[in-house]
């Protein structure tokens, strides 16, 4: 009886066995791009090195990196690159701790973040590579609103709480022949540390005139309800009337929210295109010492055109230090991150690409690494 | 057992006066039957909707078989196409580990408390620190097994890290499931056996553990029902990777909840929007396919009578 | 695994499965106590004499099992010692079984030091109080944080969770066991099992998705009749992210539980005790308040105390829902304000844990959510044990509840 019951028992266990061999081996084929059907592999030439690429950090670029990666299979089928989107705090703590080959931050190593990645890079210096510009929007759901003007003090005095209702005379004059309801302003925040909420915060404290009383951080001090991530906020203004957020360009175009027009203080609203954000970058300052190629925004700009609100990240990588084919990977990717085909694949996705000047200092520091 | 006896007097102290006139107790009994029939029916609701959902916005990926042999390289959030085999593959390995681990210690584990250690205080040691295991929440478990694996010893992120934590998840389940049907077992088996000079552990291993096998199994899919869907490890253990890993011990490797969490950031794309709700219905099925798959096992191991 | 005629102990509609091999046992036992529950008795006493005796039994190993079929009342071990204990393979397998538990033991000993020795150090720096604080600002020169906004958010969550799931539960649960027809029952139950397979990220996309905006009139429904009392109070603006939307997401999460657990309990109370109440010219309700849930009440209470567990330590779905107030407002206690539970505000801040001190603050805080969830467990296993009938008890109990209701 027993026998017969372990026969029972391994005939089942055979049987569940196969049906998972026969799925491991029925399957392994790898979609290439889409717009390049059939094989690319045999295009691997010189700059094509082949192995795995690990990265982790900024989901500001999330949409970004996933579609340069994609190009980039399609000339280099064998590198395989991972990108993590858990946020910037994350992705150096991962590069230093030695877990990923580079990392995405919205903002430029620290002080004491640089100490620590040059002890991961054996002594060498990281260095900042700003990669993506992401402008930030202001987004809005008011019923019957769709065109939408704010400057620097009144966004600041609505993030901040000192503006309640959407009727308040500020606005009113912004925006004329506009009628708004008498309805209290929801403001949304990121409710997780974030380098949007960094640099959004750091333009209403530049811009403000004094109305935003906290110091620029990843984590909010103003007004408002906590939601989780981009996705969170973009929902939760998405599904709530007479409410405001600042979220990615792309999350406010996806979720169709009305973005708002910014008055820089030159006089003439600007409406927020990759062009207006390109020219803000323009404006902006390198921060960074030697070879690092940290900017300075000018979150003040009154430069006619320019989209003031913008987020850049930043790939950190090692200048030296990491193994050879390591090295290999990192510079091969990276080149075609910063190179034309590269940048001009993130416009469709609502980034702005890097202005000319920007990108070939970019691709020289790349170029520098060993 | 004698508190058996004192049961009728045990319940709310009032006792019921079945002679009243019939209509008010007719009338309860109606209101009763009414109450418990809507109870049935508020908790259908969700259920059905959200079945609902998942099924009708995810099965059409289901039926193409890309989704089941192809993974999502090179695949963006804008763009159709590509599959889940690599997050199936994944969340199935990392599983499977697990449960080698889990399991062997959970059922001796388990074994001790009714064969060896029962009414002991050692045993009563070993169950309080159970049930502080039940109330370990993933992420506390998690942040636990990074604290071992990548700060002190300085390993890699990989899968096996996952299944490590996983393994403080699904022990408990298992060991106490596997502990009440153990318990379930007659005497007279074991008494039987012992009759015939059987020593003890072989008792264990050919009478008692055989009998209530079927029991066993139905714990462990249990438990693997639960660890399969965990997201919080995955997170915090294992980058995801849109590429075929099937090395748990090398590299990022996709899993279905982070999948999902993936893709659940851009549900105002349709592509992204489609898989998540594909993956969590491939999630259910996986889950629903174990299940049956076990209660099939137990059916044909249960040890017949006659 | 009802037996042939029908009248076997407990009918349990879904047998679990090592239960069907037993019912010629079961059946024989039953026919032997009927008349005199001789066999009862003696387990009875055995198994006090366990409960009195705990260290000798484990001492000799072995041997008390085998004490139970001779049945001798009087210092049943001493005379039953039959011998050859000293079988290598026994001496192993005892070692194995015994090298499990201890295992287990050593593993939640190595997790609770370590998240000691994790949150020491922060709890230290603490600037703030730590159980009576609100503000949360770990790291930096002068970290100041505390739980207790995170604890009122999780504690009553999970208690309107509870209030919502658990009469549904039971009503489920009576309905499968006692109400549907046999043909629905199964399904129904298999149903209801089958939400517990779905991903929790699921119920919180689902839950703010489609089932938040449903749920606003009732929200504002609610505030504006109970909006005096401060739980209800609805802050202006129309958020759904609100602890009472988490709340009924948790509800529906934890129904699935509660309801399996509950449903085996009911099925397992004694024929002769519904027969009995029926006898007596109970209707079906009365039957039900007269048998059935008395039997379960233990069982019932364990169940929910599962289910609490499980609301207490959710973390993506309310993670998902849940909107955090900011830092500036007065705090509001209302369950139509947002806030932030222990686990969902470790999750959403993990990516961010820069340093040892911000780590320890989280753990820290994830410590006193395993302090929270162990106590609840273990007054659920209190309530059980003190209780004995219903709940999961060992195979001799009921069959002595079974046997006691035939002889009386």
């Not at chain 1, 799925?23 to 082949?50: H, I, L, N, R, V």
């Not at chain 2, 993974?71 to 969340?91: D, K, L, N």
């Not at chain 3, 517990?196 to 489609?210: C, E, H, R, T």
């Amino acid at each position: 009886m027993s026998v017969n019951r372990l026969l029972r028992v391994g005939s089942v266990a055979v049987a569940s066995l196969g049906v998972l061999a026969l799925s491991a081996c029925g399957s392994d084929p790898e979609p290439s791009g889409s717009s390049s059907p059939g094989s690319s592999t045999s295009s691997a030439g010189a700059e094509c090195p082949q192995g795995t690429l690990n990265a982790e950090g900024s989901s500001a670029q999330k949409n970004a990196i996933d579609e340069v990666i994609s190009k980039y299979n399609e000339k280099c089928a064998d590198v395989t690159v991972n990108y993590n989107p858990t946020g910037s705090g994350a992705g150096v703590k991962q590069f230093n701790a030695n877990q990923v080959d580079f990392a995405g931050s919205d903002s430029a190593l620290k002080p004491d973040e640089m100490t620590a990645a040059t002890k991961r890079c054996g002594g060498n210096p990281a260095i900042d590579l700003p990669m993506v510009i992401g402008p930030v929007a202001i987004a809005i759901n008011v019923d019957g609103v769709d065109k939408f003007v704010l400057d620097g003090p009144t966004a600041a005095k609505i993030f901040q709480g000192t503006i309640k209702t959407w009727n308040d005379p500020a606005i009113a004059k912004l925006n004329p022949g506009v009628t708004f309801p008498s309805a209290p302003i929801s403001v949304f925040f990121r409710s997780d540390e974030s380098g949007t909420t960094e640099n959004f915060t750091k333009y209403l404290k530049a811009s403000g005139g004094g109305a935003w009383t906290g110091e620029p951080a990843k984590k909010w001090t103003g007004t408002g309800a906590g939601k989780e991530k981009s996705a969170g906020v973009a929902e939760g203004v998405k599904s709530t009337k007479n409410s405001i957020t600042y979220v990615e360009w792309s999350y406010a175009v996806d979720n169709k929210l009305t973005i708002a027009q910014i008055d820089n203080g030159s006089g003439t609203p600007i409406e927020l295109t990759a062009d207006s954000a390109g020219k803000a970058l323009a404006a902006a300052q390198p921060a960074g010492t030697g070879s690092d190629l940290a900017l300075k925004l000018d979150y003040a700009t009154k430069a006619a055109g320019a989209y003031p609100i913008i987020l850049v990240t930043y790939e950190i990588a090692c200048t030296k230090g990491l193994p050879a084919e390591k090295t290999a990977l990192v510079k091969s990717f990276l080149s075609y991150f910063v190179s034309k085909d590269g940048q001009a694949s993130l416009t469709d996705l609502n980034y702005a690409p890097l202005p000319a000047e920007i990108q070939t200092k970019v691709d020289a520091a790349i170029q520098a690494i060993s | 057992m004698t508190a058996i006896t004192e049961n009728k007097p045990a319940y709310d102290g009032q006792a019921l006066d079945l002679t009243g006139k019939s209509g008010a107790r007719a009338f309860k009994n109606t209101l009763a039957t009414v109450l418990i029939v809507l109870a049935f029916l508020i908790a259908m609701i969700p259920l059905l909707w959200i079945l609902g959902t998942v099924i009708s916005k995810g099965y059409h990926l289901l039926l193409n078989a890309d989704w089941w042999s192809q993974s999502q390289r090179g695949i963006t959030v804008r763009r159709q196409g590509g599959g889940a085999y690599h997050a199936i593959m994944g969340t199935l390995i990392m599983s499977l580990i697990t449960a080698l681990i889990a399991v062997p210690i959970a059922v001796l584990g388990a074994v001790y408390l009714v064969e060896y250690g029962k009414g002991t205080r050692a045993a009563r040691v070993v169950s309080f620190m159970i049930d502080i295991l039940t109330g370990v929440p993933s992420i506390v478990a998690a942040l636990f097994i990074y604290a071992v694996w990548i700060t002190i010893f300085g390993f890699n992120r990989v899968g096996f890290a996952v299944s490590l934590s996983l393994v403080l998840l699904m022990l408990p389940v298992v060991l106490r499931s596997t502990e009440e049907m153990l318990k379930l077992v007659p005497d007279e088996l074991r008494e039987a056996s012992y009759a015939l000079g059987v020593p003890k552990w072989k008792t264990i291993m050919k009478v008692v553990v055989p009998t209530a096998f079927g029991g066993i199994v139905t714990g462990v899919m249990l438990g693997l029902a639960r660890v399969m869907g965990e997201t919080a490890p995955l997170l915090i253990l294992v980058g995801y990777s849109k590429n075929i890993n099937l090395n748990p011990f090398n590299g990022f490797m996709g899993a279905l909840p982070t999948m999902i969490n993936q893709d659940r950031t851009e549900l105002a794309l349709q592509p992204a929007a489609d898989r998540v709700w594909a993956a969590a219905l491939t999630l259910i099925l996986l889950v629903l396919v174990l299940n049956v798959l076990a209660r099939l096992v137990a059916r044909f191991s249960a040890i017949k009578s006659k | 695994m009802s037996s042939p005629d029908g009248t076997a102990p407990p009918d349990r509609p879904d047998g679990t499965a090592a239960g069907q091999e037993q019912p010629t046992i079961e059946d024989l036992v039953h026919e032997d106590a009927g008349p005199t529950p001789r066999f009862e008795d003696l387990a009875e006493e055995h198994a006090e004499h366990e409960a009195a005796q705990p260290a000798e039994v484990m001492t000799e190993s072995g041997t008390e099992s085998a004490a139970a079929s001779t049945a001798v009342p009087a210092e049943p071990e001493k005379k039953m010692d039959l011998g050859p204990v000293g079988h290598l393979g026994d001496r192993l397998f005892s070692a194995f079984a015994r090298g499990s538990g201890g295992l287990v033991v050593l593993i939640v000993a190595f997790v609770g030091i370590f998240l000691l020795a994790l949150a020491i150090p922060s709890l230290a720096d603490d600037k703030s109080s730590f159980l009576f604080s609100r503000i949360w600002e770990p790291g930096g020169d002068q970290p100041r944080f505390g739980i207790a906004a995170m604890f009122y958010t999780t504690v009553i969550s999970s208690i309107i969770a509870m209030l919502i799931a658990v009469p549904i539960a039971i009503g489920v649960a009576l309905f499968i066991t006692y109400y549907s027809p046999k043909r629905l029952a199964q399904p129904v139950a298999y149903a209801v099992d089958l939400l517990a397979a779905v991903p929790s990220i699921i119920y919180g996309l689902w839950g703010i998705m489609f089932f938040a905006p449903i749920l606003l009139p009732v929200i504002n429904g609610l505030s504006d009749v109970l909006g005096w009392i401060p739980l209800f109070e609805k802050p202006p603006g129309d958020n759904v992210g609100v602890v009472f939307t988490a709340s009924v997401v948790l509800a529906i999460m934890i129904l699935p539980v509660v309801t399996a657990i509950s449903r085996e309990i009911f099925a397992q109370t004694p024929i002769s005790h519904r027969e009995g109440a029926l006898a007596l010219g109970a209707t079906k309700w009365e039957m039900i308040r007269m048998s059935v849930l008395p039997y379960g009440r233990s069982g019932v209470v364990s169940a929910s105390m599962l289910g609490l567990g499980r609301a207490l330590g959710e973390t993506v779905a309310v993670l998902i829902i849940l909107s955090v107030p900011n830092g500036n407002d007065p705090w509001n206690s209302s369950i139509f304000a947002g806030g932030e539970t222990f686990a969902s505000k470790i999750a959403n801040n993990a990516a961010e844990f820069d340093s040892p001190e911000k780590t320890g603050a989280y753990i820290a805080a994830g410590l006193v959510l395993f302090v929270v969830t162990f106590l609840v467990n273990s007054a659920a296993r209190i309530i059980v044990d003190r209780s004995a009938p219903g709940g999961k008890r060992p195979r001799r109990n009921r069959r002595a509840g079974a046997a006691q209701g035939a002889s009386s």
